[in-house]
């Protein structure tokens, strides 16, 4: 038989057809004869790994981890240009020519060089960066990881949906130094967070810088921001504190806590979505991300506390922003008009009134600067002195005093009431602790509409609401019951 083709003759001797012969028929070589790719000794070392008595019955993760560390020097050079899909990739996940194509990227990315990769490449030294593999302490893991976030983020999208929480997972279970987080999404929001918190302590530049940073709605993307961006980050942070103080003087909560939530702490899954081993699962810490975000261990489980929610970009704080942006153009008239923000109709008097007072502050002229010269004094007596002369008559004028009664005469005092009879008696039974569920009803007027009537006219005189809900129930506010009866 022939190394290339397997012959084989027959003569058949068919009395009915004829003799016929079957000639040499070429056949393609079989799997078993087909000349195997060779295996790296180290890799059939690592694979065996997996076959030891300790790897039945412990974790994959375990096995993971043990393989790569038995790997972390290896280096390759067969490249592999095929793109394939893998969740959760491993090593035992792959074969012999993915596991030889991987560590030759690894061996390329470990230079200097970032190439594309396939996918499962990508993730897959994401996972040994966070289990220490190929790193001599945590400080350089870190760091690689950073750089491999950087350079490949984009690139692959469960690496950027991932890579927030990964750095800060990294970060706490290594206890390494939180200002390391510096520039990540999550030590960036909430430093954002913080200081809008602590407004009354940080000047225009910081709290414009969190605005913009926070805000749905980009004040540096408004035609109104390029034309006067001084006027409009005195404006914003002027309206912003306005607001804040008016929360805490009228309302149950701050406003940010309004806009963001409040802390609540939960149970946290570490490095979710990856695969690692927790080679110390039985410690006890806390470690401190920022004033408003905390990771604690407690005997190896961990809980989070934190704002959760939504940590991007916050919606109801682009309409406050938007609605300074409308203040600002309808103020000045240079632009076309622009709706407010879907906010209370309350706020938005308020940033109104705000943005006026901050307009007229900075557009007034410069006031004029005054020398006297003290040296023209003299010149300036003895000039009076000649007039007073002049002036002087022999016989005063007798000067009629007038009395200060026949003379003075106060206007009257408007007792009329800005408010409809509709909305008296809605006020009048919440200050006697009447029917006003009945009276909104006797009127055909919801009850809310009713308080946002009665607030948005009385605004003008006491600068506040006088309505507040507690629930569904309105209440007048106790400081203003007395005055108000003046307009019932």
Request: aromatic fraction near 12%; glycine fraction near 4%.
């Amino acid at each position: 038989m022939d190394d290339q083709f397997d012959t084989f003759d027959l003569f058949l001797d068919d009395t009915f057809s004829g003799t016929k012969v079957y000639r040499d028929i070429p056949l393609k070589n079989s799997r078993r004869t087909e000349k195997r790719a060779e295996v790296p000794a180290e890799i059939s070392a690592m694979k065996e790994l997996a076959f030891t008595p300790e790897a039945y019955w412990k974790t994959s993760s375990w096995l993971f981890r043990q393989q790569g560390l038995f790997m972390k020097d290896y280096t390759d050079d067969q490249p592999f240009g095929e793109d394939f899909a893998v969740y959760y990739p491993t090593y035992r996940d792959m074969s012999t020519e993915q596991l030889r194509g991987y560590f030759s990227w690894r061996t390329i990315v470990r230079h200097g060089e970032f190439p594309d990769a396939p996918q499962p490449f990508i993730i897959l030294y994401t996972y040994e960066l966070i289990n220490l593999i190929g790193a001599d302490s945590p400080e350089e893991a870190f760091f690689l990881l950073r750089s491999h976030i950087d350079n490949y983020g984009e690139r692959c999208p469960e690496l950027q949906k991932n890579s927030a929480k990964w750095l800060t997972d990294f970060a706490a279970f290594y206890q390494l130094p939180s200002e390391l987080l510096e520039g990540t999404q999550d030590f960036d929001f909430d430093c954002s967070v913080l200081t809008l918190y602590n407004w009354e302590e940080k000047d225009d530049d910081e709290l414009f810088s969190a605005v913009s940073r926070l805000s749905a709605y980009q004040p540096e993307r408004s035609a109104m921001y390029e034309k006067n961006p001084e006027l409009f980050k005195r404006a914003l942070c002027k309206s912003y504190s306005a607001v804040a103080v008016y929360f805490l003087k009228n309302r149950k909560c701050t406003l940010e806590e309004k806009l963001f939530g409040k802390l609540v702490e939960i149970k946290h899954r570490l490095f979710e979505g990856a695969v690692f081993f927790d080679t110390e699962p039985r410690r006890s810490f806390i470690y401190e991300v920022s004033r408003i975000h905390t990771l604690e261990c407690r005997s190896g489980e961990w809980f989070c506390r934190k704002l959760y929610g939504n940590r991007g970009r916050n919606k109801p704080l682009g309409e406050i922003v938007r609605t300074v942006d409308s203040a600002l153009r309808e103020r000045t008239g240079d632009l076309h008009k622009l709706a407010p923000g879907s906010i209370s109709s309350v706020y938005i008097k308020l940033i109104t009134k705000t943005v006026g007072e901050v307009a007229e502050e900075m557009c007034r002229p410069p006031e004029r600067h005054i020398e006297i010269d003290l040296s023209a004094l003299d010149g300036i007596r003895s000039a009076a002195d000649i007039i007073r002369d002049r002036l002087i008559v022999d016989e005063e004028e007798d000067i009629e005093l007038v009395s200060a009664e026949e003379t003075t005469s106060l206007p009257e005092t408007d007792t009329d009431s800005p408010l409809e009879e509709s909305e008296r008696e809605f006020l009048k039974a919440l200050l006697d602790g009447g029917d006003w569920s009945g009276t909104a009803r006797r009127y055909n007027v919801l009850p809310t509409i009713l308080c946002d009537s009665v607030n948005e006219k009385l605004f003008d005189i006491f600068s506040d609401t006088v309505i507040e809900f507690d629930g569904d129930t309105p209440s007048v506010i106790e400081d203003y019951a007395g005055d108000i009866q003046q307009y019932i």
